[in-house]
């Protein structure tokens, strides 16, 4: 009898799993067009903490956003997102987290090699009224990280409403290149938000399915962004922070900039380009020289349309402004060098994992979407896969079969991207040096490969459009 109860349900699954088929194949959801702003807004700059010595709450804030005050959450005392956390490689980070809102909350330290105990595992939380002391060593590589909530299934609900902020690390060596610094070292993340109602996080069905996208663009929480420049180069840390959207960035000009760093740190050296798409969760630094310009003149970064996606990506929109308004004398000269990536030999690897991100939504006996991983959606009491510190290892992620794109994130660690078959069928120039995050957009097979730190405990990997993640698209590996 139970022999013929679990075949059962194995073909009530299949034949669910085939429905679902059908159904994305004719789902026809498609993002949230961006309504372009008038840009005047002076751009807000995130205030700055010392990492080592930091302390902060996360709390219900309101802010005014396009006039009107809207419900926010924040950590610190901004209206809206958080401080900029910096720190020195081989500092200890110390952070006394108070969480003042309604729910459970945690952070991850996106990027960053954090123990276990503290990377913000998912179930991993701090209750509402409770406290929570994170306290371990750097050992990342210089660059631009970040930080945000990871609460099982409400990740993007918080993200969305504004808990997320730059973890920036820093180095004598890097300090050694002389790169732009101070006020032109500019931290900038992207988000996409939808205001109609307020900064209320209410995903419908077709949300869920393809994510939520917004109709206005902030950037460090203002909308219609401006910042006044001089005729200088400026080192921009490029953030995509949005549950979704992807930016395809280019100047409005068609300057090239110089791209200098992607997820983990500094590339070997910088590269030309002119336009350079970011899925959610990955980090990009840039050099822009204004140098040469008349004083007056307006250069505005925008998003490009880009192929690969039938749900986003047809539409070009302005998203935050330049305009130059004194002349300097800009002396800075490029290096011809930067910080060495060390590959991982490919010979080194012990082993190699395929996953399946190309599967068909499962709509569960309560109408919602969930978004599976090789057939499964996250268990905290699972193991799903285990791995030994110090060895390495090949992942791939398949979405060849799939219809939606998945920018795949792993928590504490960096690895480099060996290959993509069908699709783009290459490496882009920001995946040449460490990441954390990968797109795979449908069509395509990506392959990591990955040296696992001494790091030893249960971490997650996941999708990192945010509706996905909470929506099971997310498995666990432990470091043994």
Same mark, same amino acid.
């Given at each position: 009898?139970?022999?013929?109860?679990?075949?059962?349900?194995?073909?009530?699954?299949?034949?669910?799993?085939?429905?679902?088929?059908?159904?994305?194949?004719?789902?026809?959801?498609?993002?949230?067009?961006?309504?372009?702003?008038?840009?005047?807004?002076?751009?807000?700059?995130?205030?700055? /903490?010392?990492?080592?010595?930091?302390?902060?709450?996360?709390?219900?804030? +309101?802010?005014?956003?396009?006039?009107?005050?809207?419900?926010?959450l924040s950590y610190g005392g901004a209206a809206i997102l958080g401080p900029t956390l910096k720190i020195q490689q081989g500092d200890v980070m110390k952070l006394e987290f108070k969480n003042e809102l309604s729910e459970p909350t945690n952070i991850h330290w996106h990027g960053l090699e954090a123990p276990?105990?503290?990377?913000?595992?998912?179930?991993?939380?701090?209750?509402?009224?409770?406290?929570?002391?994170?306290?371990?060593?750097?050992?990342?590589?210089?660059?631009?990280?970040?930080?945000?909530?990871?609460?099982?299934?409400?990740t993007a609900s918080q993200a969305y409403r504004g808990l997320a902020g730059f973890f920036i690390v820093s180095s004598p060596e890097e300090k050694a290149l002389k790169l732009p610094e101070g006020n032109f070292d500019i931290p900038l993340v992207f988000q996409d938000k939808r205001l109609t109602n307020?900064?209320?996080?209410?995903?419908?069905?077709?949300?869920?399915?393809?994510?939520?996208?917004?109709?206005?663009?902030?950037?460090?929480?203002?909308?219609?962004?401006?910042?006044?420049?001089?005729?200088?180069?400026?080192?921009?840390?490029?953030?995509?922070?949005? $549950?979704?959207?992807?930016?395809?960035? +280019?100047?409005?000009?068609?300057?090239?900039?110089?791209?200098?760093?992607?997820?983990?740190?500094?590339?070997?050296?910088?590269?030309?380009?002119?336009?350079?798409?970011?899925?959610?969760?990955?980090?990009?630094?840039?050099?822009?020289?204004?140098?040469?310009?008349?004083?007056?003149?307006? @250069?505005?970064?925008?998003?490009?349309?880009?192929?690969?996606?039938?749900?986003?990506?047809?539409?070009?929109?302005?998203? /935050?402004?330049?305009?130059?308004? $004194?002349?300097?004398?800009?002396?800075?000269?490029?290096?011809?060098?930067?910080?060495?990536?060390?590959?991982?030999?490919?010979?080194?690897?012990?082993?190699?994992?395929?996953?399946?991100?190309?599967?068909?939504?499962?709509?569960?006996?309560?109408?919602?979407?969930?978004?599976? @991983?090789?057939?499964?959606?996250?268990?905290?009491?699972?193991?799903?896969?285990?791995?030994?510190?110090?060895?390495?290892?090949?992942?791939?992620?398949?979405?060849?079969?799939?219809?939606?794109?998945?920018?795949?994130?792993?928590?504490?660690?960096?690895?480099?991207?060996?290959?993509?078959?069908?699709?783009?069928?290459?490496?882009?120039?920001?995946?040449?040096?460490?990441?954390?995050?990968?797109?795979?957009?449908?069509?395509?097979?990506?392959?990591?490969?990955?040296?696992?730190?001494?790091?030893?405990?249960?971490?997650?990997?996941?999708?990192?459009?945010?509706?996905?993640?909470?929506?099971? /698209?997310?498995?666990?590996?432990?470091?043994?």
């Amino acid at each position: 009898m139970n022999i013929l109860k679990i075949l059962s349900a194995s073909i009530i699954i299949a034949f669910v799993i085939a429905s679902c088929h059908k159904m994305d194949n004719s789902n026809n959801a498609v993002a949230k067009n961006v309504v372009e702003q008038t840009f005047d807004n002076l751009i807000a700059i995130p205030t700055v /903490m010392d990492a080592t010595k930091a302390a902060f709450t996360a709390k219900s804030k +309101s802010a005014i956003i396009e006039g009107v005050s809207m419900n926010t959450l924040s950590y610190g005392g901004a209206a809206i997102l958080g401080p900029t956390l910096k720190i020195q490689q081989g500092d200890v980070m110390k952070l006394e987290f108070k969480n003042e809102l309604s729910e459970p909350t945690n952070i991850h330290w996106h990027g960053l090699e954090a123990p276990a105990s503290q990377d913000g595992y998912p179930t991993e939380v701090t209750q509402a009224g409770s406290s929570f002391s994170y306290n371990f060593p750097i050992k990342d590589r210089p660059g631009t990280y970040w930080y945000h909530p990871h609460p099982d299934m409400a990740t993007a609900s918080q993200a969305y409403r504004g808990l997320a902020g730059f973890f920036i690390v820093s180095s004598p060596e890097e300090k050694a290149l002389k790169l732009p610094e101070g006020n032109f070292d500019i931290p900038l993340v992207f988000q996409d938000k939808r205001l109609t109602n307020g900064l209320n996080y209410n995903p419908n069905s077709d949300d869920q399915t393809i994510g939520l996208f917004g109709e206005t663009i902030l950037v460090n929480g203002t909308p219609g962004a401006k910042l006044e420049v001089s005729t200088g180069t400026y080192r921009l840390r490029l953030l995509n922070g949005s $549950n979704a959207r992807i930016y395809n960035f +280019s100047l409005t000009n068609g300057m090239s900039f110089k791209l200098i760093g992607s997820d983990g740190g500094l590339l070997d050296e910088a590269i030309d380009i002119n336009t350079l798409l970011l899925a959610p969760g990955e980090r990009a630094d840039v050099l822009v020289s204004f140098k040469g310009m008349a004083v007056g003149s307006e @250069i505005f970064i925008e998003s490009q349309p880009f192929s690969g996606s039938t749900s986003q990506g047809s539409q070009a929109f302005k998203i /935050m402004k330049f305009k130059v308004t $004194n002349t300097i004398s800009d002396e800075f000269m490029f290096p011809s060098k930067l910080m060495a990536v060390q590959k991982i030999p490919e010979s080194s690897s012990v082993a190699t994992r395929k996953f399946n991100i190309g599967h068909m939504m499962l709509h569960g006996g309560m109408g919602g979407v969930m978004h599976p @991983i090789d057939g499964k959606t996250f268990d905290a009491n699972r193991r799903d896969e285990v791995v030994k510190a110090g060895s390495v290892e090949i992942w791939e992620f398949d979405n060849t079969t799939g219809s939606e794109i998945h920018p795949m994130h792993l928590h504490g660690l960096q690895f480099q991207v060996l290959k993509r078959t069908g699709g783009r069928n290459s490496i882009q120039p920001w995946e040449k040096g460490w990441k954390d995050t990968v797109l795979a957009f449908p069509d395509e097979k990506v392959r990591i490969i990955i040296r696992f730190p001494a790091n030893k405990g249960k971490f997650v990997f996941h999708c990192h459009n945010l509706e996905h993640e909470d929506a099971g /698209m997310m498995l666990n590996f432990e470091i043994q």
